[in-house]
């Protein structure tokens, strides 16, 4: 049962438009209804429509004047490192993991890391994210214990890919029956790594996957160093590639690899603000569009400097017309703003549950201010979204029908806390 089965009704009244990502509920590939109503109960989205009769106790919130649209959805981050925000800023990928990722992860203890990630939990949920796919590096169970609880505190809908090395590979197990499946918000997914050196790492990660029927998460030809290993190839030979693996970045790779990825049904995911950061190129999206392939928009943790996913997007359109030199190239803002929505849902396997604001749904749903200085006046709403919008433009988010942000503040968080809680575990980490 959901944790949110105990709330009532609410009602978003009289919104000036709801994006509803599905076409079948409104205009255009967005789904777009103006003048229009959203009704969750006990955490589903029950009606969409004008003028609609709440039930007698629905609390009723009027939205007139402002945009209404499914919560983001982060398809592939790591919480933990705000640890290392302001950290290895000039410095390439694999030197930025040795002098920031590998040298705090072994110095982060359970408390540590629970300051961590509920920061890092709040600052992605204000900014309008209602679900987080979280690739987790091999911690021990205490502070997997830790990681857990900071993201069920924070209210995020999450998905968490649990990292282990071999010898330790139960661990996985462990961590997703108990920590993570007991949560009603929490999803179960298997991370690995893919190395030419270390081929059974996969193979017994991509059968633990199978097993358990949840998604095979990885890093995938980030850098370009990382062709040297031949990964594709790698998973190939490990009956790794299916329609449940979830690919991150896929910068440096070949059209007969995208054919072999998109012929397996894999679903990739874009992280642009992170490539640019550490200079590692940038993902062919348009070419795996073409191939029909699903692809969802992530933030990447850390190399992403914070949770905004206005920004990611606004990266995403304008890094490909750079590159292109062409201001029609994929994705525009339309196709970009479906990427941090639906697109995302279905590149992680659950659109049937989230991504767009359709009966029956859990109600994951922002609600957006166009009436500010940084977004005003009205032109193409759905540009403005991508290219105007910032996380204070959100004033309420509601996850699985809770609202955790009430006219421009979440609730039940205290930001200046969890601040104090971060500062203080940075200074134990890197004394």
Partial sequence: MSASAHVGATLL????????????????PLGGLEHADVLMESGTITEVGAALRPPPDAKVVDVGGRLVLPGFVDAHTHLWQSAIRGRGSTLGFYGWFGACVWTAVPRIGPEDMYHFVRLSAAD?????????????????????????????????????????????????SKVLRDLVESHALGTAQVATCVTREEPERVRAHAELARELGVVLNLHLLEDPTDRLDDPVSVLVESDALHPNTLLNHVIHVTEAELDTLAGNGAAVVHCPLSNMRLGTGVMPVE?????????????????NDSGDMFASMKAAVGLHRAVSLNASAYPDPEQVLYMATMGGARAIGESERIGSITPGKRADVIVVEPRALNFAPRGDWTAQLVFNGRPENVTDVFVDGVRRK??????????????????????????
């Fill in 287 to 303: 070419k795996m569009h073409r191939r029909g392939m699903r692809i969802g928009l992530g933030q990447d943790g850390g190399a």
């Fill in 124 to 172: 992605t949920l204000q900014s309008g994210t209602t679900t987080v796919v979280d690739w987790v590096p091999a911690l021990d169970y205490p502070v997997s214990e830790a990681y857990v609880e900071a993201v069920a505190d924070s209210g995020l809908r999450f998905a968490y890919a649990a990292y282990q090395e071999l010898p330790d590979i139960e661990l996985v």
């Fill in 13 to 28: 009244r009289d919104a000036a438009l709801v994006l509803t990502m599905d076409p079948a509920l409104g205009e255009g």
């Fill in 406 to 431: 009430r006219g421009g503040e979440l609730t039940g968080t205290d930001p200046a806390r969890l601040v104090a809680g971060a500062e203080a575990a940075a200074r134990r980490v890197w004394l």
